[in-house]
């Protein structure tokens, strides 16, 4: 802190000086699903009074949006989480300034592993790296956390745990859904009771102590750095974190990572070897038969938001091949929740899908479906600008990646060149953060 300055002071200079370094031209903003983040250098008295060792150090200024949740928030400010985990994990970069709008960052140096290998293997050294992270994950003292809610299941309350995750994808992913694409969600096969379905097959899961979770490694999040000619790994993003069974993390890892099977064997006896050599071996309890349950559980919640992302993808003209391609990704998603979800019989295919799908195009275009119409969104000119210089991440490059994708979902049909019809801001999707949140989890 700047000497002779009282706190209240030192607070309103170090927004003030920040507020000008956001807002100054130059630098690169990138945007996620979550934020929009404007990268640039702290400049020096901003860096003095927040103890950056130089004007140069960058820094993310980072400003959230709001989002529709398709995964349970935690804790509300991501900050309370980075001030327990950088200090115990140094690689994990330390948020310097939090205003509650927006807030400041360290920028992390590096390359996303999502733009050095965005799909197959990932190689021995990088999986045994993911490993130790998790097992020194395991070891940041969970009273050293803001409190969770209070009507969170009891520390080592597995079962309660996995039923409190499914209560909110029923409760506030599917049900506030159900008016506009309830119709959809049955002509797909997926009935209302789904949740309820997949709970009634869960049997009880052994006791895990609880630890905090990041729930969202996946390639965009790793950043490689290099130290002294080392690469290490660095994890990011932890706007998602739980205190949990230490299972849901390494499921959506396996899930969101997209191993092929030989590496998620692997991985996972690695994240065993790791914890057992880092003192915690009681996390592995009942590891051959609770990690399916939390695998069949990745599978089953997403169904709906990837349902929903397929249909509004859909231009406002749409060809045979959209609807094609939706089907494509409404029945990938139904493969994989059909068994979680014990619906018996067989998914739909293809055709059944689209057909399904173009009846639902249809009624929602025409304002038959219930619920409510799609919201006007803000045009893109404000959402994002340039690429940062080749071999720094932090977010930038393998979030680009996901960002990217998420606006294909939002706009691909605009251009003529594509043979499509131009979709216009006013016929965007309602739930663009909705589909961005299941496209940067990769599930």
């Given amino acids: ?24 031209r130059g630098g690169v903003t990138v945007t996620g699903h979550h934020n929009r983040n404007h990268i640039a250098p702290l400049g020096r008295p901003l860096a003095y009074l927040l103890g950056a060792d130089s004007g140069q150090v960058r820094a993310k200024f ?60 990932i190689g021995d050294p990088k999986l045994r790296a993911l490993a130790d992270f998790f097992a020194r994950l395991a070891h940041v003292p969970c009273e050293a956390l803001p409190d969770p809610p209070g009507d969170w299941p009891a520390d080592g309350d597995s079962a309660g745990f996995l ?61 490689l750095t290099q130290v002294e000619a080392e690469e290490r790994v660095a994890v ?35 994240w065993a070897d790791a914890m057992r050599k880092a003192g915690r071996p009681e996390m592995t309890a009942g590891l051959d038969r609770d990690l399916g349950l939390y695998l069949d559980f990745e599978h089953a919640q997403s169904v709906y938001p990837d349902i929903m992302r397929a249909a509004l993808a859909l231009p406002a003209r749409p060809q045979d091949a959209h609807f094609e391609e939706a089907a494509d990704g409404v029945c990938r998603a139904l493969r994989r929740a059909w068994r979680p979800l014990d619906l018996g019989g067989e998914p739909l295919d293809e055709r059944a899908a689209a057909q399904a799908l173009r009846r639902w195009h249809t009624e929602d275009r025409a304002g038959g479906a219930p619920g409510k119409r799609p919201r ?56 663009p953060e909705l589909l961005g949140g299941r496209e940067r989890h990769g599930c």
């Fill in 1 to 24: 802190m700047a000497p002779h300055l009282p706190p209240g002071a030192h607070r309103a200079l170090v927004r003030a000086l920040a507020e000008v370094q956001r807002r100054r």
């Fill in 62 to 121: 980072r400003m959230p949006f709001e989002t529709v949740e398709v995964v349970p928030r935690h804790w509300r400010r991501e900050a309370d989480v980075l001030r327990v985990v950088s200090e115990r994990l140094g690689e994990v970069p330390r948020c310097l300034a939090d205003f509650g709008t927006w807030s400041v960052h360290l920028y992390l140096e590096g390359s996303a592993l999502a733009d050095v290998i965005p799909k197959g293997p």
């Fill in 163 to 223: 039923r409190r995750l499914a209560r909110f994808t029923e409760q506030r992913v599917h049900l506030p859904n159900r008016p506009r694409f309830g119709r959809l969600f049955e002509a797909v096969g997926v009935p209302g009771d789904a949740m309820d379905r997949f709970l009634r097959s869960v049997p009880d899961l052994t006791r895990r102590p609880f630890t905090l979770l990041h729930t969202d490694v996946h390639r965009a999040n790793v950043v």
């Fill in 236 to 270: 990011i993003d932890w706007e998602l974190a739980l205190y949990g069974d230490p299972l849901h993390d390494l499921a959506t890892h396996l899930v969101r990572m997209d191993y092929d099977e030989p590496e998620r064997e692997r991985m996972t006896g690695l």
């Fill in 376 to 431: 006007d969104e803000p045009r893109d000119s404000g959402r994002g600008g340039g690429r940062p210089p080749a071999g720094e991440a932090d977010e930038p490059a393998g979030r680009r990646q996901f960002s990217r994708r998420r606006g294909a979902a939002r706009m691909a049909f605009r251009r003529p060149a594509d043979g499509a019809a131009r979709l216009d801001a006013r016929e965007s999707p309602e739930l």
